[in-house]
């Protein structure tokens, strides 16, 4: 395969990478690690190439999604701040687990199973006694667990986190799936931003591919957003 289709290919991985986390609040990576080492890249550089587009993606995305007082900037706080160290600490034990990465691409394949299985059946709000929706229980330990884990999920898998959060929010915490998936995309954002950084410092970033990623990214996200809004106004 030629250098130059190699970096188209990665492009379309790319902007379906960013409909998906538009759409879903999730990093998109369970489309684009996979398919960048189906493209040639090695199974560490597969897991740390992502991460630097899952940035624009979510900026793109939020931009939208904040035009329509979506996104709930305490519950961003309360995650991130237990988010941003586990990332860094994710992102370090990659390296550490046996295999190459080899392990890190078996996970990932697990995590494209849920997605599927989640995208096919998505979490339901949960109601109370009287059929009506439940008010959000959006303490500040419950956030600090979510942010927890799916920190340490994006730094190890190079993957958004998304995926943990959006049931994490909608279900044990009991915020509305729109802004579940709007405030979602932000935190994996900012998740994103350490990630990055220690796995650029571990040097597991190609930076070929995360252009080629970012590229597809940015308008990719902002159709998922848009899609997303127009249907929610339908």
């Known amino acids: ?14 902007f379906a990478t960013g409909v998906l986390s538009a759409m879903f609040g999730i990093g998109g990576a369970v489309v684009s690690t996979p398919a960048i080492r189906l493209l040639g890249a090695t199974a560490l550089q597969a897991v740390g190439s992502t991460l630097p587009s899952v940035l ?3 900026i793109t995305g939020s931009i939208r999604y904040r035009r329509e ?10 995650t991130a701040l237990a ?6 600490v994710g992102s370090r034990l990659s390296s550490a687990v046996p295999g190459d990465g080899h392990l890190l691409m078996l996970a990932t394949a697990a995590m494209v199973a849920f997605t599927a299985w989640r995208t096919a059946f998505p979490p339901e ?47 044990w915490i009991g915020i509305p799936l729109r802004r579940t998936i709007a405030t979602s995309l932000m935190v994996v954002g900012v ?28 308008p990719g996200a902002w159709l998922g957003a848009r899609f997303k809004i127009g249907r929610a106004h339908v």
């Not at 988010?83 to 860094?88: E, L, R, T, Y």
């Not at 994103?192 to 070929?208: E, F, K, N, R, S």
Request: glycine share 14%; charged share 5%; net charge neutral.
């Open 69 to 78: 007082h979506l996104i709930l900037p305490r519950v961003v706080a309360w």
């Open 56 to 58: 624009p993606s979510s």
């Open 125 to 171: 709000q949960p109601l109370d006694a009287a059929g009506e929706p439940r008010a959000p229980r959006d303490g500040p330990w419950r956030l600090l667990l979510v942010g927890l884990a799916a920190g340490g999920l994006s730094g190890l898998l190079g993957v958004g986190g998304g995926i943990l959060m959006v049931p994490a929010f909608s279900v």
């Open 83 to 88: 988010g941003v160290p586990a990332s860094i």
């Open 191 to 218: 998740l994103a931003i350490p990630g990055t950084l220690t796995h650029w410092a571990l040097g597991h970033i190609d930076w070929t591919y995360a252009l080629g990623l970012t590229l597809g990214v940015v």
């Open 1 to 14: 395969m030629s250098s130059a289709v190699q970096f188209v290919l990665t492009i379309i991985a790319g």
